[in-house]
């Protein structure tokens, strides 16, 4: 079984810091952040590989956000600085399975019930 609870969520000005957090429960070897924009489909963030100690970052945010996790207290982070408008969206913590096929990615099979970000320009 696994449980996620993301917080940390708020509204910010363009250019501000935010840090989400996810308290989590049971164990995959994958878990990240995926968020949704009003309209738009859900889009990977970042996700970390835990058993092979590798990230994955969508271009949009890579060198602004960082993911990382405390696993002695199950806890997966999302650091977000240098917001911009289009960071606007509600973010889920995420959980499953990683997978290869050409490169690594997470097949997401739990989420966290999502935390709104608003960055206004």
């Known amino acids: 079984q696994v449980q996620l609870v993301e917080s940390g969520g708020g509204s910010v000005q363009a250019g501000e810091s935010l840090r989400l957090s996810c308290a989590a429960s049971?164990?995959?070897?994958?878990m990240g952040w995926l968020r949704q924009a009003p309209g738009k489909e859900r889009e990977g963030v970042a996700s970390v590989f835990t058993d092979e100690s590798r990230t994955y970052y969508a271009d949009s945010v890579k060198g602004r956000f960082t993911i990382s996790q405390d696993n002695n207290e199950n806890m997966l982070y999302l650091q977000m600085s240098s917001l911009k408008p289009e960071d606007t969206a509600v973010y889920y913590c995420?959980?499953?399975?990683?997978?290869?096929?050409?490169?690594?990615?997470?097949?997401?099979?739990?989420w966290g019930q999502g935390t709104q970000v608003t960055v206004s320009s």
């Open positions: 995420a959980a499953g399975t990683q997978r290869f096929d050409g490169s690594w990615y997470c097949e997401f099979r739990y």
């Open positions: 049971g164990y995959t070897n994958c």
